[in-house]
C-alpha cells in the first residue's frame, strides 16, 4: 500500500496501516509488516510486507527402535578326552663292553639286551619264566664311519645268553677271535648288530661300533 507525506522532513516514523493486510504462511503466526522510506524526496513512501520466519518447525519423531543382541547360545570347542602318546620301543640292546680288542685277541662281544613296556619284561634267556631261550646273533660289517648312517649287516654270527646275571637286562655274547672265535676281525673298526629272533617280534638293533687294532 502507498501513503501520501507532505515532505521528507516531516513524514512519519512508525506508520500503522488502518486497513487489514492479509499475509499467510504455512505454520500460521502472526505477520511482520516493515516500512521501508523512499528517500528525501516528498511525495508517497511505499511499504514493503515480508513474510516472517516460521514460528514453529515440525520435525518427524520416532518412537521405537530396534537394536541386534547377541544369541543365547555359544559353542566352543573343548579338549578332546583321550590323548595318545609314543612309547620307546620294548627291545633296546647296548653295548655292555665297548674297549677296543687286539685282532690276535679272543674275547667275546657283549650286548646288553632288555624287554621291557610299560611295567612288563620279556626274559629272552628263559631263566626267570622257565621257557626255552630266543636265538640271538651278531653281525660285524665294515663300519660306514657314520654312527647315524651304519653299515647294514649281511653275515649274522651265532651268539650265546651269559646266564646268571644279576644287572638289569640280559647279556648276549659272540666270540671272535682266532683260536676258536665266530670268526677272526681284522684291525679296523666295524659296526656292531644284534638279533633276537622271538614270535611275534624280530629286533634288530645297530649297538656301536668296535676297535679292532
Not at 649274522?156 to 646268571?164: M, V
Not at 673298526?189 to 629286533?203: A, L, Q, R
Amino acid at each position: 500500500m502507498s501513503l501520501a507525506l507532505a515532505d521528507a522532513g516531516g513524514s512519519a516514523d512508525l506508520v500503522s496501516p488502518g486497513a487489514a493486510v492479509a499475509l499467510s504462511d504455512d505454520s500460521g503466526a502472526a505477520d511482520r509488516v516493515q516500512a521501508v522510506q523512499s528517500g528525501h524526496d516528498t511525495g508517497t513512501v511505499t511499504w514493503t510486507a515480508h513474510q516472517a520466519a516460521p514460528r514453529w518447525r515440525v520435525y518427524p519423531a520416532q518412537r521405537w527402535e530396534t537394536t541386534g543382541m547377541t544369541c543365547r547360545w555359544q559353542a566352543a570347542p573343548s579338549e578332546a578326552r583321550w590323548a595318545a602318546e609314543a612309547l620307546p620301543t620294548r627291545w633296546e640292546a647296548t653295548l655292555a663292553s665297548f674297549e677296543p680288542i687286539s685282532a690276535l685277541s679272543l674275547e667275546e662281544i657283549n650286548v646288553n639286551w632288555t624287554g621291557a613296556l610299560a611295567g612288563t619284561s620279556i626274559d629272552p634267556t628263559g631263566q626267570t619264566t622257565g621257557q626255552a631261550q630266543l636265538p640271538v646273533a651278531m653281525a660285524f660289517p665294515v663300519s660306514s664311519g657314520n654312527p647315524s648312517a651304519p653299515a647294514q649287516p649281511v653275515t649274522w654270527e651265532t651268539a650265546d645268553w651269559l646266564d646268571g646275571t644279576t644287572s638289569t637286562g640280559y647279556i648276549a655274547q659272540c666270540l671272535v677271535g682266532p683260536g676258536g672265535g665266530a670268526l677272526t676281525l681284522a684291525a679296523g673298526e666295524y659296526d656292531v648288530w644284534s638279533k633276537i629272533t622271538g614270535t611275534p617280534e624280530t629286533p634288530v638293533k645297530f649297538v656301536g661300533t668296535l676297535t679292532v687294532y
